[in-house]
Structures are given as structure tokens and as C-alpha cells.
């Protein structure tokens, strides 16, 4: 009985383990995300404003 | 790529399906006769070793696909599988070891299936070295793309290995069956599922990481 409860455990804590790295994937994943939605916007908020760039475009000062 | 409500899907089915596993490995299957309580790892191992050879797979196709296409998406699906499967092929080796203390005697014996089995790990390991190494990425990915095709020309040998051999690892799947008591093989294959689940999801997020990566540089480079 001890050696089996052992096992469970031993069993639980790899679960644990792969669970805590599909839960960092996510995070970071999400950080990414993030990142990635506010670099557009400052992308977008750059190219707005530089009129190099809206020349660029062909838009119209 | 659409992940949010799908993954969210694949997650909740992963978590049911590991409480069944738990309660299939431990209360519901027989304890077998000769091994005892220590057999009971078996329906870790075992699905912790189809994942890695289907992990290396993947790495396989992926280096295939990458070096007649060269898209990076190929590349970055090669490197997440590789990573995956260097994990599960690690813990394969852990577990067996635990397994093989109380059945052989000792940790780790110098036995056909365990030796081609350590220079797959070794192999992966070895691409996943290649990948952090610093250079060109360009023939990083065309470098690596050859190794994960060529490493995986080893998953057949450590397959037969067991049966070729004859080494002293047990071989449960032969031409005349599974060789299992059916509580014991719809454990197995409650299992297989399970980790089966775990990887999908697992490569999933791992790619989209590894794309989200890109994604980031490209467009540190065009903010002003």
C-alpha cells in the first residue's frame, strides 16, 4: 500500500510538472500577445504621425 | 492561428481525461502478478514513449517539408516538436529507471533497447543544442532539418530492437496481440489518449510561441 501511494504520487507530481510547463507555454504566449498588439499599435501611432511615412502611403498632408 | 476556443476545449477534455487515467492506473486495474505495484508505471512509459517517437516524427516531416520548401513555419513546428519530444523522451528514461531498479536490479543495464533509445535522446538533444547556437538561422534551420530527418532513421531500431535482439527490455506488442488482460489494455489506451491530448495541446502552444517569437522582431524592427 505504501509503495503504491508513493507511485501515485510519483505519477501526480509528473502531471504537476507537465501542467506547470503547458501553463508557462500559455504565459508567455500571452506576453507575446500582448507585446505583439502593443507594438502594432505603436506602429500604427508612428506611422500616423510621421509624414515621411504618410507621404509614403500617398496620403495627403 | 485560432487557439483561444479550441485549446480552451482540448484543456478541459485533457483534465477529465487525466482523472480517469489516475483512477484507471490506480483503482481500476489489476495489479499484475509477477511485477507487482511498480508494473503500474508502465501506463506512463509506455505513452510517454509513443509521444516522443511521435514527437520525432513530426520533427522528421517538418525538416522534410522545410528543406523543399523553406518556410519557417515548417522550421518552427520542427523545433516545438523537438523540444516536446526531448521532454517526454527524458522522462521516458526516468521512468524507466524506476521501473527497471526493483525488476533488474539495477538503474540502467546496457541493453539493445535502452542504448538506442539514449542515442535518440541524445540525438534530439543534440538538435535542440543547434538550434540555440549562435549564427546564420537560415543554415541553423537547413542543419537542423537534416538531423531531425536523419535522428529519427533511429526510432525504427529502438522499436526492434526489443524484438530483434533479444535484449531484456519486454516487448508488449507482437503479431499475436497486445498481450494484456483487457482492464489492462484499456488502461493503456486511456493513457495513450491522454498524453496524446497533452501534446497537441502542448505543440500548439509551443508553435504559436515560436511564431508569436518572429512576429515580435519583425515588428521591433519597424517601430520607429
Known amino acids: 500500500m505504501k509503495n503504491l501511494t508513493l507511485l501515485f504520487f510519483a505519477y501526480l507530481m509528473i502531471w504537476i510538472g507537465l501542467f506547470a510547463y503547458l501553463l ?18 505603436a506602429l500604427a501611432a508612428g506611422n500616423k504621425g510621421d509624414p515621411e511615412k504618410r507621404k509614403d502611403r500617398g496620403e495627403t498632408p | 492561428m485560432a487557439r483561444g476556443f479550441d485549446d480552451r476545449a482540448i484543456a478541459w477534455i485533457l483534465l477529465v481525461a487525466m482523472v480517469v487515467s489516475l483512477y484507471m492506473v490506480f483503482m481500476y486495474v489489476p495489479t499484475e502478478r509477477e511485477m507487482g505495484i511498480i508494473q503500474r508505471i508502465f501506463y506512463f512509459h509506455v505513452p510517454l514513449a509513443w509521444i516522443s517517437f511521435l514527437a520525432f516524427l513530426m520533427v522528421c516531416i517538418a525538416g522534410i517539408q522545410y528543406l523543399r520548401q523553406r518556410s519557417r513555419w515548417w522550421d518552427a513546428l520542427g523545433t516545438s516538436a523537438a523540444e516536446i519530444g526531448v521532454l517526454f523522451s527524458t522522462l521516458v528514461l526516468i521512468t524507466g529507471s524506476i521501473w527497471a531498479k526493483p525488476i533488474w536490479g539495477t538503474w540502467w543495464t546496457w541493453e539493445p533497447r535502452l542504448v538506442t533509445f539514449l542515442i535518440l535522446w541524445f540525438i ?4 535542440l543544442l543547434l538550434r540555440a547556437a ?21 526510432v525504427p531500431l529502438v522499436f526492434f530492437s526489443a524484438r530483434l535482439l533479444r535484449g531484456l527490455s519486454p516487448v508488449v506488442f507482437t503479431r499475436q496481440g497486445a498481450g494484456l488482460a483487457p482492464p489492462m489494455l484499456w488502461t493503456l489506451l486511456v493513457s495513450l489518449a491522454t498524453f496524446t491530448l497533452l501534446f497537441v495541446l502542448l505543440l500548439r502552444q509551443r508553435l504559436f510561441l515560436e511564431l508569436a517569437r518572429d512576429e515580435v522582431e519583425s515588428l521591433k524592427e519597424l517601430v520607429p
Open chain 1, 24 to 41: 508557462f507555454l500559455i504565459q508567455r504566449g500571452l506576453a507575446l500577445s500582448r507585446e505583439i498588439a502593443a507594438l502594432k499599435q
Open chain 2, 134 to 154: 549562435a549564427g546564420d538561422d537560415e543554415r541553423k534551420a537547413r542543419l537542423a532539418a537534416v538531423v531531425g530527418i536523419v535522428g529519427f532513421l533511429d
Open chain 2, 124 to 127: 534530439y538533444v543534440g538538435y
